[in-house]
């Protein structure tokens, strides 16, 4: 992946591990990143896990790969963040507990967190160069970093949609920010009256793959972008495919032209 993105191949491709996958299918100014999508779980760890599949999938983002699928370069990760949270620096990847219950019976040996650090490392070398060569085409960049929140733990109302900004450069890229969310206020959603969306409501961007790029590239700005999970039923693991493909026929041209104001103002 690495060779090919530095020879600036068009390709699409899974890891060797089948720990992510990547496409390119030009080398366009911005891309879409689904780094909570995947759901896989490495066998060897299934008898020692004390969380159980439900529990798993609660937790993680479901579809969110699929809202952007259509897009030009998408990387999600395949393993669940149970496993390595993707979203975490290597340091605090790998869980002892999650959301409050134990994780493990047993705790890992050295050598099976190593085979899962490997693969966090891995995922941040290819999204190094792949930004990296971004910058150099096109001088900016964006990065649509997309996730999904379970709404039924909050006490209050919140919102559809939810960006994260507290480790962005706000006073170069507000703007920026404020236009996206006025576009995604605009979606139209079975089921929503309204599709609210506001900025540091209920997460504040502090997820590890906005924080490497944003520490690692000056000129790239990514917006975390978190759907409350509308799209599904979280207590009964069941998909609503309509609302899932109304978000994903709709947010590609919302990207297209949201990319292409920050190319021309930023």
């Known amino acids: 992946m690495v060779q090919a993105i530095e020879a600036q191949k068009c390709f699409e491709a899974v890891a060797e591990d ?8 030009e080398y366009t100014p911005y891309v879409c990143g689904a780094v909570h999508d995947g759901h896989q779980f490495r066998r060897e760890l299934w008898d020692n896990c004390i969380h159980t599949e439900y529990e798993r999938w609660f937790e993680e983002d479901p579809c969110t790969k699929a809202f952007v699928d ?13 496993e390595y949270d993707l979203n975490r620096d290597p340091e605090n990847a ?3 507990t999650a959301w409050g219950k134990k994780l493990w019976k047993e705790p890992l040996s050295e050598a099976e967190k190593a085979i899962s650090l490997e693969k966090h490392h891995q995922f941040y070398q290819v999204v190094h160069v ?9 001088g900016t960049v964006v990065v649509y970093d997309i996730h999904s ?7 209050r109302e919140v919102p559809v949609i939810n960006l994260g900004t507290s480790n962005i450069d706000n006073d170069r890229f507000g703007n920026s920010v404020e236009a996206w969310r006025t576009s995604l206020a605009k979606l139209e959603l ?9 900025i540091n409501d209920t997460f504040f ?3 590890y793959f906005l924080k490497y790029i944003t520490e690692n590239f000056k000129n790239t700005l990514v917006l975390a972008t978190e759907f409350k999970k509308i799209y599904c039923d979280e207590t009964r693991q069941v998909i609503y495919p309509e609302v899932v493909s109304a978000i994903a026929a709709q947010l590609p041209k919302k990207i297209k032209e949201h990319a292409a104001h920050f190319q021309e103002t930023v």
């Open 18 to 25: 089948y720990s992510f996958t990547l496409k390119i299918n």
């Open 70 to 82: 259509a897009m030009p370069i998408v990387i999600s990760g395949n393993d669940s963040r149970f």
């Open 94 to 96: 790998i869980f002892d």
């Open 130 to 138: 792949l930004i990296d060569t971004l910058e150099k085409i096109h």
């Open 149 to 155: 929140y379970n709404w039924r733990r909050w006490d």
């Open 190 to 198: 079975p089921g929503v009256a309204s599709t609210t969306s506001r």
């Open 205 to 207: 961007g502090n997820g």
